[in-house]
């Protein structure tokens, strides 16, 4: 059986015991002890920092993962799952032995994270959240191996958990050694799209998701992240 992540509070004020709001969140603990590198070198992360206002007093959360798992990730990101206006944490955790999976983390600590890709030195590259079908409920959007099985990978996250909503192939948004990730999400008519590239990497395209199928639009050639930033201004 694999540790548990360590979760440590450290108190920058009086505790309270009622709203408790995400405000900020960054990787600390830089470590080497995955060397996958696929974001441009060998160094990763051992713990996430989350601060925490709860009744107008700031604490920091700390998660300090085990020795077999690292934060394999550019940034974390407060992305709004429940949909009550307040962040969660996103992040790509990844197992050293069985590959990454997207996390959800809320003020308290871990809420759910996808199934990990099953296998060392697989890596998944997150989109956006957004409740993409209209429904109410927010889905969260990553590609799965963009490097390889470039499939873009849908997730609802209901009640505190995520169950996988769709997927579709033949796309990406990361190349080996890019220290950054393409593309995300924008809202055309009303709607929210997700930008990515084809697995060709010669266009950008933008994706809606129904709750069941997925429809492409081609935007115009890919040349660099110009492309893309293009894209998500609507230009």
């Not at 190349?175 to 997700?194: K, N, Q, Y």
């Not at 990497?201 to 933008?206: I, L």
Request: with cysteine; net charge negative; glycine share 12%.
């Amino acid at each position: 059986m694999r540790a548990r992540a360590a979760l440590v509070w450290l108190a920058l004020g009086t505790c309270g015991a009622a709203a408790q709001t995400i405000t900020d969140a960054r990787f600390a603990d830089p470590t080497d002890r995955y060397a996958h590198g696929i974001l441009g070198d060998a160094i990763e992360w051992g713990t996430l920092e989350i601060d925490v206002t709860r009744d107008g007093a700031r604490q920091i959360l700390r998660i300090e993962l085990p020795p077999d798992h690292v934060f394999e990730d550019v940034a974390p990101r407060l992305w709004d799952l429940t949909g009550d206006g307040a962040p969660e944490v996103v992040v790509v955790e990844t197992d050293v032995d069985q590959g990454a999976a997207l996390a959800v983390y809320g003020p308290l600590g871990k809420l759910d994270e996808t199934p990990h890709i099953g296998q060392r030195n697989r890596w998944l590259a997150p989109i956006g959240a957004a409740d993409m079908d209209g429904d109410g409920v927010i889905e969260v959007a990553y590609i799965d191996r963009p490097h390889l099985a470039k499939t873009l990978r849908v997730w609802r996250f209901r009640d505190g958990k995520l169950s996988h909503a769709g997927a579709a192939g033949g796309l990406t948004n990361h190349r080996i050694g890019e220290t950054d990730i393409a593309g995300g999400l924008r809202t055309s008519a009303g709607r929210p799209e997700m930008i990515v590239a084809t697995g060709d990497w010669s266009r950008v395209v933008a994706v809606r998701f129904d709750g069941t199928d997925f429809a492409a639009t081609d935007i115009g050639p890919h040349k660099d992240r110009q492309s893309f930033a293009r894209a998500l201004a609507c230009q």
